[in-house]
């Protein structure tokens, strides 16, 4: 993952978009197996001249470096289909655990991408359907926003070993570092456990040396260096009042609307209570078995 921050000149850049889809078209295109990729990723990739510059820019306008990760990321997206990825592609009771969502902003003004990591537990059983629940999100998001970037907030309280599968944070990595250029604005680690320091260590060197300036560790007292209190939960010194629920998707354009102001918390004082109350519900079943299916809880 490159640091962006190099600019060219606005005439290379347009011959490099013309050389990465000239060169891609006769170098990964022709001659390959017709099913490779994805037609639809093909085609926006000779139309939008944004996602091409942003391909270029995360390889520091390297073309072959930028062709071997458009490359990578569309043959991602077509083994996880994700053109056709829709709310209904994912289990239901993986929305319903609230482990991982959009909400929020930070002081930058970019939207945060929560990961609640004590809400998860290592399961190969549930490691495609997971990877898929991530992407969904991220695909979700770079529609609606192109071009913006996200901030990944690691919520570490009360977590430990039996939480974090680093196969899976290897994915989360590799999805800003491969399958969406100029995605990660920083990854933001609260409140980590002292335990799981040598974790983290591993994870520093999977970011590479031109990154982990992204990567950063805070405190509970710390977290509002990158965070104002109104997207803090209280838990870390915050006063948003968001409370997770499913259905439907949580996402800020009806659940807390922005204003120039900050957040208008839209739900009334009953409404907030039932949150509270299936949160609650919610959590208890992540303790207990499920005879039937997957526990509900999410597997990290």
């Given at each position: 993952?490159?640091?962006?921050?190099?600019?060219?000149?606005?005439?290379?850049?347009?011959?490099?978009?013309?050389?990465?889809?000239?060169?891609?078209?006769?170098?990964?295109?022709?001659?390959?197996?017709?099913?490779?990729?994805?037609?639809?990723?093909?085609?926006?990739?000779?139309?939008?001249?944004?996602?091409?510059?942003?391909?270029?820019?995360?390889?520091?306008?390297?073309?072959?470096?930028?062709?071997?990760?458009?490359?990578?990321?569309?043959?991602?997206?077509?083994?996880?289909?994700?053109?056709?990825?829709?709310?209904?592609?994912?289990?239901?009771?993986?929305?319903?655990?609230?482990?991982?969502?959009?909400?929020?902003?930070?002081?930058?003004?970019?939207?945060?991408?929560?990961?609640?990591?004590?809400?998860?537990?290592?399961?190969?059983?549930?490691?495609?359907?997971?990877?898929?629940?991530?992407?969904?999100?991220?695909?979700?998001?770079?529609?609606?926003?192109?071009?913006?970037?996200?901030?990944?907030?690691?919520?570490?309280?009360?977590?430990?070993?039996?939480?974090?599968?680093?196969?899976?944070?290897?994915?989360?990595?590799?999805?800003?570092?491969?399958?969406?250029?100029?995605?990660?604005?920083?990854?933001?680690?609260?409140?980590?456990?002292?335990?799981?320091?040598?974790?983290?260590?591993?994870?520093?060197?999977?970011?590479?040396?031109?990154?982990?300036?992204k990567l950063k560790f805070a405190s509970k007292n710390e977290i509002q260096t990158f965070i104002g209190p109104e997207y803090l939960p209280p838990h870390m010194g915050g006063t948003?009042?968001?409370?997770?629920?499913?259905?439907?998707?949580?996402?800020?354009?009806?659940?807390?609307?922005?204003?120039?102001?900050?957040?208008?918390?839209?739900?009334?004082?009953?409404?907030?209570?039932?949150?509270?109350?299936?949160?609650?519900?919610?959590?208890?079943?992540?303790?207990?078995?499920?005879?039937?299916?997957?526990?509900?809880?999410?597997?990290?």
């Open positions: 993952m490159a640091e962006v921050g190099k600019f060219e000149p606005e005439q290379d850049i347009e011959k490099k978009i013309e050389e990465t889809r000239q060169k891609f078209n006769n170098e990964y295109v022709q001659g390959q197996e017709s099913d490779k990729y994805d037609s639809r990723d093909v085609d926006r990739l000779q139309k939008d001249d944004a996602l091409v510059e942003a391909y270029l820019t995360w390889r520091l306008f390297s073309v072959d470096d930028a062709l071997k990760m458009i490359d990578d990321s569309f043959m991602w997206r077509k083994e996880f289909s994700l053109n056709d990825l829709t709310e209904s592609s994912i289990p239901k009771w993986m929305f319903e655990t609230g482990a991982v969502f959009l909400h929020g902003y930070d002081k930058e003004g970019n939207k945060l991408f929560w990961f609640k990591v004590k809400l998860h537990t290592k399961d190969a059983k549930t490691s495609m359907d997971k990877k898929k629940y991530v992407a969904f999100w991220l695909e979700r998001y770079a529609k609606r926003e192109p071009g913006m970037p996200l901030t990944v907030v690691f919520d570490m309280a009360d977590s430990g070993i039996s939480n974090i599968d680093m196969d899976f944070v290897k994915y989360v990595i590799n999805c800003f570092k491969v399958y969406y250029p100029k995605f990660l604005s920083k990854m933001i680690i609260v409140d980590m456990p002292w335990i799981l320091n040598a974790a983290w260590k591993i994870v520093r060197t999977w970011l590479g040396p031109e990154a982990i300036s948003d009042p968001f409370r997770y629920s499913y259905p439907p998707l949580p996402d800020d354009d009806f659940q807390t609307p922005v204003c120039e102001n900050g957040p208008i918390v839209s739900e009334d004082d009953n409404e907030s209570k039932d949150f509270e109350s299936d949160s609650k519900e919610l959590e208890s079943s992540f303790s207990s078995e499920v005879a039937i299916g997957p526990k509900k809880g999410w597997f990290w």
